[in-house]
């Protein structure tokens, strides 16, 4: 829907967005909880710039990341509340946080492997010398 800034009191406002999603909160590969949201969202493209469309897509892409990465960094890694303050420091952080995704990703779809992040890290916790084994397996 077309808009001014001065309606929406957003500098360069040019179109609110109304999206109804559903989201299913899922626990242990299982659906614990199934609701229905609605989301309003504000552009500085204009109608003629992007379609109803387009603007669907980029809301689809901008989710998709958002549930990839900054979710389980925000929520099963708890990274928001991390208190490092010096860069270098917090890199090498982000950097390990990454590597758990990358190799919870890469052994979820093997047939004993752990299908959530969370099981995933306290599994590697309690032995982490299943990594090498698994990792030397894997590329063998």
Not at 27 to 47: N, Q
Request: proline share 4%; hydrophobic share 35%; aromatic share 8%.
């Amino acid at each position: 829907m077309p808009t001014d800034p001065e309606t929406v009191g957003l500098a360069g406002a040019a179109q609110v967005i109304r999206i109804e999603r559903r989201v299913q909160t899922v626990r242990k590969g299982k659906v614990i909880k199934d609701t229905t949201e609605v989301a309003y969202l504000v552009t500085s493209f204009w109608p003629d710039e992007a379609s109803p469309e387009q603007l669907l897509r980029w809301a689809r892409v901008h989710w998709s990341i958002e549930n990839g990465q900054h979710f389980r960094r925000d929520r099963t890694q708890d990274e928001d509340r991390c208190t490092v303050r010096q860069t270098t420091t917090a890199r090498n952080l982000s950097l390990f946080r990454s590597l758990a995704i990358f190799l919870h990703e890469r052994q979820r779809w093997l047939k004993e492997g752990k299908k959530s992040l969370p099981d995933y890290e306290r599994q590697t916790l309690r032995a982490p010398g299943s990594l090498i084994v698994r990792f030397m397996r894997n590329t063998s």
